[in-house]
């Protein structure tokens, strides 16, 4: 068979879909559809069956899978040794990051950076996925968890603090006084989750609070926040850089820690190693500006 197939049958597996696939490989629908199909003809087996939920892999698929991802994980293996021994600094190296914080935060850092190393290509990919760093999706994670999984080399740098915000005509209208007045307040909150630090710190100063707007992206709740539609819960770097907002004081105010993320097989290549020291010097100098001080 064309081993190079099984990029395609992997990413349809993976998204569920032709078209998210395309997106994923950078190429048309249809040549996804074609692809699958040779593995198909190649294989001599049905790999996958269309569905109103998306493409579903059959018991076949479902079977040849496991060597599959054994045979793409050698790859990228040898991709990442390869470009291990690369000692130019030209190139593009890709850093993912949470939405707000890479919008808000390390896009103008790293497009100052580009301007002081124009032979690299920076490429920010501001996601809530997690993107792949041994699948070779990115080179750097800048991520608020710290990472497990082997091969990868994980450093904290510094942490994110939150607080509350609102406009000064909404807290005119609308004092808080205490802890306990949140119960009465429009609140504007990121989205219910496991792990989300600011929700677990509201739940403790107020259990009958309760929120008029939520979103997964922190930007958003400064939009509404910025409309005097309530009281927020925001990043420091993000409200206390925000004009139209006045923090709102709370105590014990959460914190998140930042940490850096790269594979170990790459840490040392020169253009990825350059920029994952100018985001270690970057966040360790802006800790006053992360954490409100």
Known sequence: ????????????????????????????????????????????VKLFVRTPKGYLPTVDAERLLAPMLEVESAVHAVERSAQANQVSLDGVVRVTSPETFGISYLAPRLAAFGINNPSLTVELMPVGEILSLGGREAEIAVRFFRSRQKNLVVRKIGAVEYAFYATSAYLARRPVRSPKDLANHALILSTPGAKVVELSWLGRLCPAARPTFVSTISLALVQAARVSAGIAILPRYLGDSEATLTRVPMPDPPSEPVWLTIHRDIQRTPRVRVLFDFLVSSLKEDQALLQGR
Not at 23 to 28: A, G, I, K, S, T
């Open 1 to 44: 068979m064309n081993w190079d197939d099984l990029r395609f049958i992997l990413a349809v597996s993976k998204t569920g879909s032709l078209s998210r696939a395309a997106q994923l490989l950078e190429v048309d629908h249809t040549t996804v559809g074609r692809r699958v199909e040779s593995a198909e003809a190649s294989l001599g």
